[in-house]
Nanobody, 123 residues
């Protein structure tokens, strides 16, 4: 059974940092892409970035470039989203998802999704 488990969310002040984790199981981890998405209340789901777990190639949305970093530990079947210099507009539920191609921020290209973890940035 394919599973993606996102965790690590919480509340942080502007300028703070959080690291999200996405633990995957049930498929060959080092042959896929894992993407991070977020959805704020009343807004559409937005692609944050993704990583190809085979060669660690990454893509980031312009809104997070230079602040967020995606990495993977293939020994642990885990992808991380390190978020620095957080802003109130980063507040959202964050999801990880799996794809088999370079779909970047196109949710249609992702076939399995984790349950989401809440990130709140507020003073």
């Amino acid at each position: 059974e394919v599973q993606l488990q996102a965790s690590g969310g919480g509340s942080v002040q502007p300028g703070g940092s959080l690291r999200l984790s996405c633990v995957a199981s049930g498929f060959t981890f080092d042959e896929c892409n894992i993407g991070w998405f977020r959805q704020a209340p009343g807004k559409e789901r937005e692609g944050v970035g993704c990583i190809a777990t085979g060669n660690h190639w990454t893509w980031y949305a312009d809104s997070v470039k230079g602040r967020f970093t995606i990495s993977s530990d293939n020994n642990k079947n885990t992808v991380y989203l390190q978020m620095n210099a957080l802003k109130p507009e980063d507040t959202a539920v964050y999801y990880c998802a799996r794809s088999w191609g370079d779909y970047h921020d196109d949710p249609q290209g992702y076939d399995y999704w984790g349950q989401g973890t809440q990130v709140t940035v507020s003073s």
